[in-house]
C-alpha cells in the first residue's frame, strides 16, 4: 500500500481549494481539509467552503465533521485526519492536504504529539474573564511566564488559542509547546504553497468579505444563533461570525461588520504566512496570479514522482 500526499498550503483567498479540485479532477486522488473552521457543520459562507456540488465531484474528507455548539480541538482533527488518509491510501489513492490552519497541517507533516486535553470550561470562562477584565495583552503575558515558546509562536490578540495553550498547562503540567514536539511522518508527501502579492492577496480578501456579506453570512449566523448555537460558542468566534454577531446585537453596523471583518482576515493572512514561510525549504512555493491552467500545469509536472509512488 503506497502512502501518498500532497499539501497545498498558503494564506487565505490566495485559490488553494480551486486549484486542488482542478488537480484531483486531472490526476486523481482525495481531498483533505485542513481548515478549522470549514470542519464546522451550518458554516458555509463565512468559512468560504467549497459548494456541495464540487465535494461531490471529488471525494472530500473533513467537511462538515463538527457541531459548532461544541468545540473541535487539534487532537481530534489529528484522529479524524489519520482515519481519513488510512482509508485513502486502502483504496490504493493519495491525498491532496488542502487548507490554511497551520496548526492542523504541521501536526501531520511533522507528526506532532499533541496533548489530548478535554475543554475546561470552567477554566475557559475564568482566563476569558481575564482578558475581558485586562485585555489580551495581561492573558499573553501570563502563558509567556510558563511557556515563552509559546507566547512567542502565538498571536496574542488570538485570545481562544493562548486560552487553549493555557489550558494544556494547567491540565497537565506540561507546556503546550513541550507536548507538541515533532517526529517523522510514516508516509511520503509533498509540500506546496500558493503565493499571492500583499496587494492582491488584500483586494482578494476584501472582495470575498464583501461578497460573504451580500451572499447571506448574517442570514447563516441567525440561523446558527437560532438553532441554538451559542453566541460564545468558540466556532462563533471564526472571523466574519464574530463580526456578525455583533451587528445582530446592535452593537456595530453593517459597514463597520464588513470592515473589521476585512482587517481581521488581512491579519489572519499575515499569520499563516509566518507558519508557512517563504524560505522554508520544504514548502515549493507557486505563484497563485498565475491563473489555474499554468498552477495545475505547474503541479501535475511536480507532483507525478508522488502520485505515481515513486521516492522524491
Not at 512567542?152 to 491540565?171: C, P
Request: some cysteine; charged content about 25%.
Amino acid at each position: 500500500m503506497l502512502r501518498r500526499l500532497v499539501a497545498i498550503v498558503g494564506p487565505t483567498a490566495s485559490g488553494k481549494s480551486a486549484i486542488a479540485l482542478e488537480l484531483a479532477k486531472r490526476l486523481g486522488g482525495e481531498i483533505v481539509n485542513a481548515d478549522s473552521r470549514q470542519v464546522y457543520r451550518g458554516m458555509d459562507i463565512g468559512t468560504a467552503k467549497p459548494p456541495i456540488a464540487e465535494r461531490k465531484s471529488v471525494r472530500h474528507h473533513l467537511f462538515d465533521v463538527a457541531d459548532p455548539r461544541v468545540g473541535y480541538s487539534l487532537a481530534l482533527y489529528q484522529q479524524q485526519a489519520r482515519v481519513a488518509l488510512e482509508g485513502i491510501w486502502a483504496r490504493d489513492s493519495f491525498a491532496w492536504l488542502v487548507g490554511g490552519t497551520a496548526q492542523y497541517v504541521w501536526a501531520l507533516l511533522e507528526a506532532w504529539q499533541v496533548p489530548d486535553v478535554a475543554p475546561d470550561e470552567a477554566l475557559r470562562s475564568e482566563l476569558g474573564d481575564v482578558a475581558g477584565a485586562h485585555g489580551w495583552q495581561a492573558l499573553h503575558e501570563r502563558l509567556a511566564t510558563v511557556d515563552p515558546v509559546a507566547a512567542q509562536r502565538l498571536d496574542g490578540r488570538n485570545v481562544r488559542r493562548v486560552v487553549r495553550a493555557l489550558e494544556v498547562y494547567e491540565k497537565t503540567g506540561r507546556p503546550i509547546s513541550e507536548w507538541q514536539k515533532k517526529g517523522n511522518p510514516d508516509f511520503e508527501f509533498l509540500l506546496f504553497g500558493v503565493s499571492v502579492p500583499r496587494d492582491e492577496l488584500y483586494a482578494r480578501i476584501d472582495r470575498r468579505v464583501e461578497a460573504m456579506f451580500a451572499g447571506g453570512l448574517v442570514d447563516e449566523v441567525r440561523g446558527l444563533l437560532e438553532s441554538g448555537v451559542p453566541a460564545d460558542a468558540p466556532a462563533m468566534s471564526s472571523i466574519g461570525y464574530g463580526e456578525a454577531v455583533r451587528y445582530l446585537a446592535n452593537e456595530i453596523g453593517l459597514q463597520e461588520a464588513v470592515e473589521r471583518t476585512k482587517f481581521a482576515t488581512h491579519r489572519l493572512a499575515r499569520g499563516q504566512e509566518q507558519w508557512f514561510r517563504k524560505d522554508d525549504p520544504r514548502i515549493t512555493w507557486v505563484h497563485g496570479a498565475d491563473g489555474i491552467d499554468l498552477q495545475a500545469n505547474i503541479f501535475t509536472g511536480a507532483c507525478t514522482n508522488v502520485i505515481r509512488g515513486e521516492r522524491r
